[in-house]
């Protein structure tokens, strides 16, 4: 069974540069999730859809980032314009949904904003 | 919102047990708790997740006390290949962030 997907693994930009990430979560999977990790530290929470619907995006700034899950499976996490404190990897995770609800992550994007 | 918290470091010799624990208060109560596995330029990988008492699979348990206040993660005999970073994740008591805790680099010696 493939795992989540994301793309690109590395990104190197300039400082007001937009950026886009894309994560492709585990087939079937209804729950999904994107996650900033500064080195060092534990992954935060951005924003959660179920389906379509963003559940939770309290975490999310949304002066300069967004996202969207259109049809449900596929996302994209935007950030425009970059800062140089967006230089961090930014993770993307999936689930089912239900009682266990086991959140299954991929790679991440490394970030560098110069 | 939950806070935990968890060692920083821990070291150990291979074939030893570790535990690792992890604080954790204001978390929902009716959710439960998970462990991962984080290697450089990787995502966390699932561990073991629990609700209360204990749990066990294959590779690791965990102990949660009734009060869920804190869990501990297990791991028997650690191997070289275990050396990683150890977060535990829980959902905070207003149902919506999940908040994960701040690694336990974990250094297994030959």
């Known amino acids: 069974e493939a795992g989540v997907v994301q793309s690109p693994r590395y990104k190197i930009i300039e400082k007001k540069q937009p950026v886009a990430f894309w994560c492709n979560p585990i087939?079937?999977?209804?729950?999904l999730y994107w996650y900033l990790q500064n080195l060092g530290q534990g992954p935060e929470l951005l924003i959660r859809?179920?389906?379509?619907?963003?559940?939770?995006d309290s975490q999310l700034p949304k002066d300069r980032f967004s996202a969207e899950r259109l049809k449900g499976v596929d996302s994209t996490l935007k950030i425009q314009p970059a800062e140089l404190g967006d230089s961090a990897v930014y993770l993307c995770?999936?689930?089912?949904?239900?009682?266990?609800?086991?959140?299954?992550f991929g790679p991440g994007t490394r970030l560098t904003v110069l | 919102l939950a806070k935990t918290t968890q060692p920083i470091s821990m070291d150990s010799y291979e074939g030893q047990e570790v535990n690792i624990t992890c604080s954790h208060n204001?978390?929902?109560?009716?959710?439960?708790i998970t462990w991962y596995q984080q290697f450089p330029s990787q995502g966390p990988r699932f561990i073991i997740q629990?609700?209360?008492t204990k749990v066990t699979n294959e590779v690791a348990s965990l102990f949660i006390p009734a009060d869920r206040k804190s869990s501990t993660l297990s791991l028997p005999r650690v191997s070289l290949s275990d050396t990683a970073v150890y977060y535990c994740?829980?959902?905070?008591?207003?149902?919506?962030?999940?908040?994960f805790g701040p690694g336990t680099r974990l250094s297994v010696l030959p």
């Open positions: 859809y179920e389906n379509e619907e963003a559940v939770d």
């Open positions: 204001n978390i929902a109560t009716n959710d439960y």
């Open positions: 087939s079937g999977h209804n729950t």
């Open positions: 994740l829980v959902l905070d008591n207003y149902g919506q962030n999940f908040v």
């Open positions: 995770a999936s689930s089912l949904g239900g009682d266990t609800d086991t959140q299954y």
């Open positions: 629990g609700y209360k």
